[in-house]
């Protein structure tokens, strides 16, 4: 699972980092989304699926490994 983040997209609301923790942070400085893993295990699928989801402005793309 490969995922990117485009920054100039997010707004900061944060979702993304309530729904997955481990993958998703957000700025001190900005308060943009910061991808903190971005080559995540698939035991995380859900998580992330659920960040995309709730992400307002499709700041997230995932690309799943074949
Ligand atoms: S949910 Fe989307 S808009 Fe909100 S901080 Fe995360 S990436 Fe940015």
Do not use: H, Y
């Not at 609301?13 to 309530?18: H, L, T």
């Not at 400085?29 to 709730?54: F, H, K």
Request: hydrophobic share 40%; charged share 30%; net charge negative.
């Amino acid at each position: 699972m490969r995922i990117d983040i485009d920054r100039d997209r997010c707004m900061g609301a944060g979702q993304c980092v309530r729904a997955a923790r481990e993958i998703f942070g957000q700025s001190e400085e900005d308060g943009l989304v910061v991808l903190l893993n971005a080559d995540p295990p698939s035991s995380l699928r859900d998580e992330v699926s659920l960040a995309v989801s709730m992400c307002p402005t499709g700041t997230i793309t995932v690309r799943m490994d074949e």
